[in-house]
């Protein structure tokens, strides 16, 4: 899909299609009635005659109408004015499209982008505009024999901007939303894949890839290293399974000047079948979306690399798979980590925090600003907060403060969740220095503070995207999440580091 920008008046664009809004009752938004005077009136007309109410969501696709450029008139429902906030506003883009996806428009020029939205600026309804566009056209049929020929697609989407000075901010805008929508793709695909196809080699592979053509630098450990570093905790996941795990490492240097790295660690289980403490089968299927934080991570250093950011980032991806067999971890198992304390392993299922565990460990020799690490990690995440909001755990508040605003910006919310110590006591074992599992209350704040324990060396924030990294049912599939948080997270880092500079 193409994207531009665009300032001046409706009746001016000669196109296939121009998209105005419609609040409820009936009250056309002020590019509507810029239309509806050129028109003489027609557009209310229709509403008058009871066409349309502008309940939000809903659309009337219009065709002759009088003394425009434009072969149709799309009118989109945005209901209530004063109720039309950042919801309202994707829910209205995300029908436009649609619809024109749907019905014979190629192309299309939408003043959506002008309507105002409570708090948010121009750049920020671009990109939301686009993102959604992006979102919901998007298809993974590439594993269909045939796959569905649309008839006449949407390919080309203008978004317009109320004033010509504001042109080249919304084409700023635009661009860095493209690169995120290429790297929420890049993450579905990952995350969409089958586990027979989406291995932990495939995934160093496409790791490589991507850092070629992001001009990145990419080192894959395999697990002769791994024993040799003694990563006992990522090692005994990998036992029983037939792939070998990789640890992918891939740097982006943007900033040039030496200065710390934001680094970024992606559960990368590409099957979790629990191991020996064996999942039922009922939805095991969905299981191939745990190496989601990983693929959202890949996204987030491939936008990284499109939009050239002013910052160093390092991506560390622990990938294997937990299978049962005659080699694999048996509960009860005891594994010295790489930071040297030891872990009874009590419930193999419990395997994400293990390699997540040693990989944090492993960061520490980047010296990072701060780390930050996105997984599938907990079901009891799901029950806490749904699909929602992703659980943010942090042991660094200003830390925490970031993510939180960076998925308010990006509508790819997180929710802080406590750490407190009292939590602690919970992981104690009688055999080793901790155990893996803390039972069941509070399992998601329990899998945190496993992993807090690796975090002492520096700022640490853990998303737990169980619940939002994939959709089930009707629409299963991978969301892309949270690569719009990560992406924003990293654009107000490097607009911040620059300011520092200039300082
Ligand atoms: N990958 C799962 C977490 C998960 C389960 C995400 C269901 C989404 C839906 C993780 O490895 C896991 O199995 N966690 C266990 C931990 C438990 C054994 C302490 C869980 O949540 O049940
Ligand atoms: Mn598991
Ligand atoms: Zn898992």
Redesign the pocket.
């Known amino acids: 899909m193409e994207f531009s920008i665009k300032s001046g008046a409706p009746e001016k664009q000669r196109t296939a299609c121009i998209v105005v809004g419609v609040f409820e009752p009936r009250k056309l938004s002020s590019s509507a009635e810029s239309v509806d005077r050129v028109a003489k009136g027609q557009l209310s007309d229709i509403l008058r005659r009871g066409d349309m109410e502008g309940k939000l969501g809903s659309t009337l696709l219009l065709h002759n109408v009088q003394n425009l450029l434009s072969d149709r008139v799309l009118l989109v429902g945005l209901g209530r004015e004063r109720e039309f906030r950042d919801k309202e506003y994707r829910d209205a883009c995300r029908a436009a499209i649609r619809t024109l996806n749907d019905t014979g428009s190629m192309e299309a020029v939408v003043f959506l982008t002008e309507l105002p939205v409570r708090r948010r600026t121009m750049e920020w309804k671009v990109a939301q505009a686009a993102l959604v566009a992006s979102e919901a056209l998007y298809r993974f049929d590439q594993l269909k024999s045939k796959p569905s020929e649309m008839r006449r697609p949407l390919r080309k989407l203008t978004l317009t901007v109320s004033r010509r000075s504001e042109l080249s901010a919304g084409e700023l805008a635009l661009s860095q939303a493209q690169a995120v929508a290429h790297g929420m793709g890049l993450a579905k695909d990952l995350g969409n894949l089958p586990p027979n196809l989406c291995t932990p080699s495939y995934l160093a592979d496409r790791a490589l890839e991507i850092a070629k053509a992001g001009g990145m630098n990419c080192e894959v450990l395999d697990t002769a290293d791994m024993e040799k570093l003694g990563m006992g905790a990522l090692l005994a996941v990998a036992r029983g399974s037939a792939q070998p795990p990789k640890l992918i490492v891939l740097h982006y240097e943007g900033a040039q000047d030496g200065s710390a790295p934001v680094a970024l660690i992606g559960k990368g289980?590409t099957f979790?079948t629990?191991g020996i403490?064996l999942?039922p089968a009922a939805e095991m299927d969905?299981?191939k979306?745990?190496m989601c934080g990983a693929a959202a991570v890949l996204g987030t250093m491939q936008a990284v690399a499109e939009m050239r950011l002013p910052l160093n980032v390092v991506a560390l991806i622990p990938a294997t798979e937990?299978m049962p067999g005659g080699r694999a971890t048996k509960p009860g198992d005891i594994v010295t980590t790489l930071s040297g304390q030891s872990v009874e392993i009590l419930?193999t299922?419990?395997?994400?925090r293990l390699i997540l565990c040693d990989t944090m460990t492993y960061a520490e020799r980047f010296k990072p600003a701060a780390v930050i690490d996105i997984a599938?990690?907990?079901?009891?995440?799901?029950i806490a907060l749904g699909h929602v909001a992703a659980g943010l755990f942090a042991n660094d508040d200003a830390l925490a403060r970031e993510v939180l605003a960076a998925g308010d910006i990006a509508y790819d919310r997180a929710w802080h969740m406590p750490l407190w110590d009292d939590y602690q006591e919970q992981l104690r074992s009688n055999f080793a220095d901790m155990a893996n599992?803390?039972g069941r209350p509070a399992?998601s704040i329990t899998?945190a503070c496993f992993l807090s324990r690796f975090a002492k060396n520096f700022r640490w924030a853990h998303l737990d995207i169980?619940?939002v990294a994939w959709k089930s049912g009707r629409e299963k599939g991978s969301t892309g999440r949270p690569v719009p948080l990560l992406a924003q997270f990293l654009i107000d880092r490097a607009r911040d580091h620059a300011e520092t500079l200039a300082k």
Do not use: Q, R, Y
């Not at 299922?349 to 994400?352: C, S, W």
């Not at 599938?376 to 799901?382: K, Y």
């Open positions: 289980v979790d629990g403490s999942k969905e299981m979306f745990d937990n419930n299922d419990a395997e994400g599938t990690l907990t079901g009891a995440c799901v599992i803390g399992g899998a169980a619940g």
